[in-house]
C-alpha cells in the first residue's frame, strides 16, 4: 500500500475530511529511551519475589498500561489476591527501585532527531506515558532540552491507561487538538490500540520483540522498523499528510 493510499485509509475508517497535522503525541519507553528491557527485568524481579510465576515477554504486552494496573491484574490472576491502590503505590514504589537498580536507560537511537524534525515544523510534542516515575520528567528536560513543550500526559493524570484511549484524550484535550490535528508514535500494541481508539494517525515503531504485524494488528496506520528509519521519514510524511486538506 503506498502513502497516499495509507492516508485514505485512514481518512475513510475515521470519517475525517482532512489532516491539519500540529501535535504530534508521543510515548516514552521503548520510543524516547531504549528502556524496555529494564523494565521487564524489575517487573519479573518483583513478581517473583512475591510468588507470582511470569515472563519478560508478558511485561512488554503490557507495556502501556499504568503500574497500579499492571500490579492490580497480575496479583489477581497470579496469586488470587485485590490488591488496593495505596498497595500497589507502595508495590510499584519497589518496582521503581528494582528499576534504578539496573542504571540509566539509554536514549532511544533517533529519538532526538525525531523531535528535532518536528519542532523544524512546528508539530508541538507532547509526551503520553503510562510512567509513574516522577523523576522521568527531569530527565527528559535533561536528555531532550526545548525538544517538549509544557503539556505532557503521565499515569499520575489517567484513570484508565492504555489500551484506553483515555491517555491520548487527554493529551489533546490539554493541547486543545482534535484527532485530525495529531499524530501519534508508539512502539506497543496497547499503546497503539489507545491511539487508534483516539482517532489519531498511528506510527508504530518496532524497538523491542513484538513484530510489525502486530502493531499493524494493534491498528497501527504505519509502521518503522526503529526511531532511526521513522527520523529519515518524517519529513516526507509530514508533507503528504499536510497535503490532505479538508
Known sequence: MTLQQTIAEYLKYTGQ????ISAALIDCDGVLYDSMKLHTQAWVKLMKKNGIKCTRDEFYEMEGMTGSEIIKMKFKKGAGKNITDDE???LYGVKTRYFRELGEAPVMPGAVRVLQTLKDADVERILVTGSQQDTL???IENDFPNLF???KVTGHDVRKGKPNP????K?????NKKPSQCIVIENAPLGVQAAHAAGCF???VTTGPIPEKDLYKAG???VYKNMDELAAALPSLLVALSLVKA
Open 220 to 222: 497501527a496506520d504505519l
Open 166 to 169: 483515555e491517555p491520548y484524550l
Open 171 to 175: 493529551g489533546m484535550a490539554k493541547s
Open 17 to 20: 475530511k482532512g489532516l491539519d
Open 202 to 204: 498511528t506510527i508504530g
Open 88 to 90: 500497589a503505590h507502595a
Open 149 to 151: 513543550g509544557e503539556v
Open 137 to 139: 520528567l527531569e530527565r
